[in-house]
């Protein structure tokens, strides 16, 4: 079954607001992903967070992991049209695989 | 580097068809996988890699699929016969690493008519 499920599934805001985006997932980790994809493209890596970890930053980017409630959140700061994309949580479990979910289909109005 | 190459970058066939997708990872890249991905069924494993050897191929989903990687710098995946159902973008991807992140080409679309 897939892992990474995020929700919302589809999140729409204003220019410069804030958009979170929550991802939960099913087994064990040794870390987590977040990737991007803008139409008709492939995925691209924004950030990955180990399973130690509990909150990590990358410019407007911030990720929080709680391995209790198996669940982690993407929070982009000050939106911009740019950033209006699919995002996807992808769990890696102990034998390297990596579980994508069904995404979150952000668009940001100028 | 140029990244993940795939080729071709669209596919338009029959059923019954035999395709052939390619790619080729970044190099030095130890592990490649291939995904596919439909509105329907999200982004799927389908089978990975490590130093040229299928580690996980449980994604696969019919034995019409198969996959080789005959050195470092080249995979293909073939479907023989090709079905309609099969019509989805196919990416691959390669990272350096078991834990690292992944980095994706462009994908190639498949549409089997």
């Known amino acids: 079954s897939q892992q990474g499920e995020e929700d919302p599934q589809a999140l729409s805001i204003q220019e410069g607001e804030n958009a979170t985006m929550n991802c939960s997932y099913k087994?064990?980790?040794?870390?987590l992903q977040w990737y991007r994809q803008n139409s008709g493209r492939g995925l691209v890596h924004l950030i990955l967070i180990r399973s130690n970890e509990r909150e990590k930053h990358s410019g407007r980017l911030r990720v929080t992991l709680d391995t209790s409630k198996k669940s982690s959140s993407l929070l982009i700061t000050a939106s911009r049209a740019a950033d209006t994309a699919s995002y996807f949580c992808a769990s890696r479990r102990g034998n390297n695989d990596m579980r994508f979910g069904a995404g979150t289909r952000l668009t940001v109005k100028p | 580097d140029a990244g993940v190459i795939q080729s071709p970058r669209h596919e338009v066939t029959e059923m019954g068809q035999e395709v052939t997708l390619r790619c080729k990872p970044i190099?030095?890249?130890?592990?490649l996988f291939w995904y596919r991905q439909t509105m329907m069924r999200g982004l799927e494993l389908l089978i990975y890699f490590n130093n040229n050897v299928p580690i996980d191929d449980s994604g696969m989903p019919e034995d019409r699929f198969s996959a080789k990687m005959p050195n470092a710098s080249f995979s293909t995946l073939k479907i023989q016969p090709s079905e309609p159902r099969d019509s989805a973008v196919y990416f691959c991807a390669s990272s350096f690493g078991p834990y690292n992140e992944q980095f994706f080409g462009p994908g190639t679309r498949l549409t089997v008519l």
């Open positions: 190099s030095g890249h130890d592990y």
């Open positions: 087994t064990s980790i040794n870390n």
